[in-house]
C-alpha cells in the first residue's frame, strides 16, 4: 500500500512511460485506488475500520470516500474524471481481446491518447488531498501542544 506522498514518484513514471496503456496500468489505475485508500485510512480511521478498503471494487471505493469526505465539486469532478478514463481503459482492453471494434471503442481510444491530461489531474487530486491530510495533522499538533502548555 503506497501513501499519498510516494504517489507523485508514481505519477512522474507514468510521464516516462511510452505507450498509453502502460500509462494507465502502471500510473493512473493503481493511483486512484492508492490515494483514496490512503486518504481514508489516514483522515476516517474510526469510519474505515474493519472494512476491506483493498479489495472493494474501484466505483464502491469512490462511493464510499464520497460518502465519508463529501468533497467540493473540483475534487468529485477529478476523482470522476480519472475512474470514467479508467473504466473507459478496461473497456477498451476488453473489446481489443474480444475482437469488438465499435464507433465507441474508437471514441473512447481515442479520448484516452491525452494521458497527460489525466496524470496532471491525478497529480492535482493526489495534491489536494496530501494538502487535507497535512493541514488535519498540523491543526491536531497545534492543539496537542496548546493543552500541553496548560
Known amino acids: 500500500m503506497?501513501?499519498?506522498?510516494?504517489?507523485?514518484?508514481?505519477?512522474e513514471y507514468g510521464r516516462k512511460v511510452d505507450n498509453v496503456p502502460s500509462k494507465v496500468f502502471f500510473s493512473l489505475e493503481p493511483t486512484l485506488r492508492y490515494a483514496l485508500?490512503?486518504?481514508?485510512?489516514?483522515?476516517?480511521?474510526k469510519e474505515t475500520h474493519?472494512?476491506?478498503l483493498l479489495y472493494?471494487?474501484?466505483?464502491?471505493?469512490?462511493?464510499?470516500f464520497e460518502e465519508l469526505v463529501?468533497?467540493?465539486?473540483?475534487t468529485h469532478k477529478q476523482i470522476n474524471e480519472l475512474h470514467r478514463a479508467v473504466t473507459d481503459y478496461r473497456l477498451i482492453t476488453f473489446a481489443r481481446r474480444h475482437g469488438n471494434n465499435s464507433s465507441i471503442i474508437a471514441m473512447k481510444r481515442e479520448k484516452l491518447k491525452d494521458m497527460n491530461h489525466y496524470l496532471d489531474v491525478m497529480e492535482q487530486l493526489v495534491g489536494t488531498l496530501l494538502h487535507q491530510v497535512n493541514s488535519t495533522t498540523t491543526k491536531r499538533n497545534k492543539r496537542l501542544v496548546s493543552t500541553k502548555a496548560l
Open 2 to 11: 503506497e501513501s499519498l506522498e510516494s504517489l507523485n514518484n508514481r505519477i
Open 56 to 64: 472493494m471494487a474501484d466505483f464502491e471505493l469512490v462511493r464510499l
Open 70 to 74: 463529501q468533497p467540493d465539486d473540483n
Open 50 to 52: 474493519g472494512q476491506p
Open 37 to 45: 485508500i490512503d486518504y481514508l485510512r489516514r483522515k476516517y480511521k
